[in-house]
């Protein structure tokens, strides 16, 4: 149980152009999913924290308008990284929980490697 | 008071051996601590956690020693296999926030 994907895993884009990475859960209701970012060789990066049905809360530095988050379901939250630029080339790792904002159980998607030309 | 230090930075061990990877918080405020496995190209996964009422906990080859007072905690992987070989990864956690370490690649040799 408690499986979260992510699609596309790999996406090679175009400097400019726009991006969309989706995290579903497929056994479990997520109140709350979370989106981080990694670096090669480095931590990760809590980006936003998404409630279904509400707006995103970004974590500071994170630019809201570049970084479109929307969880419309409880199953599904999206990640759309707009007129994307190679210094946006990274790990890009959801996770879900079926508890508010609960980062003790929250379980992790596989990870989208987007690389900007 | 946000950080959380983890060493070695990278470790590697003979099949069979006990790694041990560390780490030290400053906030008092974090009252979960768990530990994170990651395979290259994948996402994290839990791997076991702690809360600060408890000095130790063990499940299987796996042990977190906890110490209250001076910030610490840390991972043994006892009888290291090469199928450990990961980045391994703290954090603590509290209410609204959640502080990573960062990482210890591990090695095991066969």
């Known amino acids: 149980g408690a499986v979260v994907s992510q699609h596309p895993s790999r996406v090679i884009c175009k400097s400019g152009t726009s991006v969309k990475i989706e995290c579903r859960s497929l056994?479990?209701?997520?109140?709350?999913m979370f989106w981080y970012r990694q670096f090669p060789k480095q931590s990760l990066m809590l980006m936003a924290t998404?409630?279904?049905?509400?707006?995103?809360?970004?974590e500071q530095g994170v630019e809201k308008d570049k970084f479109l988050i929307n969880h419309a379901s409880l199953t599904l939250s999206t990640l759309t990284v707009t007129s994307a630029h190679p210094e946006d080339s990274s790990f890009y790792i959801c996770?879900?929980?079926?508890?508010?904002?609960?980062?003790?159980?929250?379980?992790f998607g596989p990870g989208t490697r987007l690389t900007v030309l | 008071q946000q950080q959380v230090k983890q060493s070695p930075q990278s470790l590697i061990v003979q099949k069979g051996g006990i790694s041990i990877i560390n780490c030290a918080y400053e906030?008092?405020?974090?009252?979960?601590f768990p530990w994170y496995q990651q395979f290259p190209g994948k996402g994290p996964a839990l791997l076991i956690a702690?809360?600060?009422?408890?000095s130790e906990k063990k499940e299987g080859r796996f042990t977190i020693s906890f110490n209250k007072s001076a910030k610490q905690f840390s991972l043994h992987i006892m009888d290291s296999q090469p199928g450990d070989s990961a980045t391994y990864f703290c954090?603590?956690?509290?209410?609204?926030?959640?502080?990573f370490g960062k990482g210890t690649r591990l090695h095991i040799l066969p």
């Open positions: 996770s879900a929980s079926p508890g508010r904002v609960s980062y003790n159980e929250q379980f």
């Open positions: 056994d479990f209701q997520a109140t709350t």
């Open positions: 998404s409630n279904e049905g509400s707006k995103a809360t970004y």
């Open positions: 906030n008092t405020a974090f009252d979960y």
């Open positions: 702690i809360r600060p009422d408890v």
């Open positions: 954090a603590a956690v509290r209410d609204d926030k959640i502080i």
